[in-house]
């Protein structure tokens, strides 16, 4: 079955470095994506990662899977206030339609 | 362009009504998908299309229709609104399987 896990609440100081933690079970999955959710609004997506693929950077954010233990993180560097929001991890294979499996979201707080 | 839009934004409904909530994307996206998102939960996927006239039942589906027939449009309908269906629903669009556009959300209540 697919089951996608993530801890309810990260806080941090601003300017420190932003951790966010997630375990899948599928070993399936295709694609592994972080989107993130501000107050009131729907999710935009931050990034994503091949299963094949090891680390991802992109400006602040750097992504590292670990295939063997299922593993997925998300690290955001330069944490800013405007980094508070919730970032659920998701799932994904190829074919049948858009099948996302999404964690239950962190809540990263950022505090000055 | 406007990406994905969803209306209401919110509704109130009772027990046994029924309505259906709009979902509406201009960038000419194959698939589309409806999901619910509840406290604790993550979101869930209802249904999804991957194209004008085929849709397929995602993990919640039970109390749910849709209809695709056009690209443009993917519209949620509850025959019959249950409390159990109090949540916020997000529609999303992908053109490519992979990049899902999610749009604002509707917030529902069902008393």
């Known amino acids: 079955g697919e089951d996608v896990e993530q801890s309810l609440f990260l806080s941090v100081r601003e300017g420190d470095s932003s951790v966010i933690n997630c375990t899948y079970t599928d070993s399936s999955s295709t694609y592994l994506y972080w989107y993130k959710q501000e107050p009131g609004a729907g999710l935009q997506l931050l990034t994503y990662?091949?299963?094949?693929?090891d680390m991802k950077q992109d400006q602040r954010l750097t992504v590292l899977l670990n295939k063997k233990d299922k593993h997925l993180s998300l690290r955001i560097a330069d944490t800013q206030t405007g980094d508070s929001a919730i970032y659920f991890c998701?799932?994904?294979?190829?074919?049948?339609?858009?099948?996302?499996?999404f964690g239950t979201g962190t809540q990263l707080k950022v505090e000055l | 362009n406007a990406g994905v839009t969803q209306t209401p934004k919110f509704q109130v409904l009772k027990t046994g009504q029924s309505m259906t909530l709009q979902c509406a994307q201009d960038?000419?996206?194959?698939?589309m998908s409806w999901y619910r998102q509840d406290p604790g939960m993550g979101l869930r996927l209802i249904h999804y299309?991957?194209?004008?006239?085929?849709?397929d039942q995602g993990e919640v589906p039970n109390g749910y229709n849709v209809s695709r027939s056009t690209t443009e449009d993917f519209p949620l309908r509850l025959l019959s609104a249950a409390p159990s269906q109090t949540s916020v629903y997000f529609c999303?669009?992908?053109?490519?399987?992979?990049?899902?556009?999610f749009g604002p959300g509707t917030r529902l209540l069902v008393l």
């Open positions: 999303a669009s992908s053109y490519d399987r992979l990049t899902q556009y």
């Open positions: 960038m000419n996206h194959e698939y």
């Open positions: 998701a799932e994904g294979i190829t074919g049948g339609g858009n099948k996302l499996t």
């Open positions: 299309s991957v194209g004008a006239g085929i849709t």
């Open positions: 990662i091949f299963s094949n693929m």
